[in-house]
């Protein structure tokens, strides 16, 4: 991954309110990941399940099912749309009223242990949710999450909630559609043992606020492209190629542009 590396920022100083001035984390070089035994498909698990949670628009929907379409060329494995899960299955004692806003939200340990684990599919690699739906992380005094993975238990939940509209005018909006398309990648290197990215801005940064999502690349560093790489025994360069092709069909400009000259550089 050297030659794409002077493509690549590395990691701004972080603004009082970002991740890494709240959270210190020690990051995970290429080295560090092969020796923690990360979480890996294989010939019995090797699709992405992802499910939808709560009532979504049309819109939604479909971005959601272009985010699927992304998932895919992301991490080179097939990915099925699993049973849909419905806020009645959370109890009321998993929900409570966001102290920011006082809007609905739900307990991510609760979905994560007792509907995904417990429904993991046999041939899973990983599984995971999607909402709109607010999301906090139990009873740890956080306010809101956008996402929560389990690094070892292959379950993930993430929201758009507060992402915007799905369209504008009857077009794709690009801010929401980037974001989901980043959360949702995001939590899913997680499941497959991929800590937070503190050397380059990465999509395997951490996020503390919307701002911050925005201000990440959907992109991955060399170092965390070549874990994935390695665990979906994946070219890079057929990789970038896939990637140019979903960007150049959804008009995600920056993004494509970004892929083509790492493609030309390799």
Same mark, same amino acid.
């Given at each position: ?57 049309? /819109?939604?929907?479909?971005? &959601? ?6 998932? =895919? $060329? ?5 990915? #099925?749309? +699993? ?17 920011? /806003?006082?809007?609905?939200? &739900? ?6 242990? =007792? $509907? ?5 599919? #046999?041939? +899973? ?31 993930? $939940?993430?929201t758009f909630n507060g992402y915007g509209k799905a369209k504008e005018n009857g077009k ?11 959360t949702s990648t995001h939590e899913i290197g997680h499941m497959f043992s991929i800590q ?61 542009q970004f892929y083509k000259k790492s493609f030309d550089t390799l």
């Amino acid at each position: 991954m050297a030659q794409i590396t002077p493509l690549h920022e590395k990691i701004k100083t972080p603004g009082p309110t970002d991740w890494l001035a709240k959270h210190e984390e020690p990051g995970q070089t290429f080295e560090e990941y092969l020796k923690c035994k990360p979480i890996l498909p294989d010939k019995k698990r090797n699709i992405i399940y992802v499910s939808i949670l709560g009532d979504i628009s049309e /819109d939604e929907r479909e971005l &959601i099912l272009k985010t699927v379409e992304f998932i =895919e $060329i992301y991490f080179n494995l097939p990915v #099925k749309m +699993a049973r849909e899960i419905t806020l009645e299955e959370i109890p009321e004692t998993h929900r409570r009223k966001s102290p920011v /806003d006082g809007t609905l939200q &739900i307990s991510t340990e609760y979905i994560m242990n =007792e $509907i995904l684990k417990k429904e993991l599919p #046999k041939d +899973a690699s990983v599984y995971t949710a999607i909402t709109k739906i607010g999301l906090w992380p139990g009873e740890d005094g956080w306010n809101f999450v956008h996402g929560m993975a389990s690094l070892y238990e292959r379950v993930a $939940i993430n929201t758009f909630n507060g992402y915007g509209k799905a369209k504008e005018n009857g077009k794709i909006n690009n801010n929401f559609f980037l974001r989901i398309l980043k959360t949702s990648t995001h939590e899913i290197g997680h499941m497959f043992s991929i800590q937070h990215c503190i050397k380059y801005q990465c999509n395997m940064c951490g996020s503390n606020h919307i701002n911050e999502t925005d201000q990440k690349p959907l992109w991955l560093c060399p170092e965390c492209m070549a874990k994935v790489c390695w665990l979906t025994r994946t070219i890079p360069k057929d990789r970038y190629k896939k990637l140019m092709g979903f960007c150049q069909k959804y008009g995600l400009t920056e993004e494509y542009q970004f892929y083509k000259k790492s493609f030309d550089t390799l």
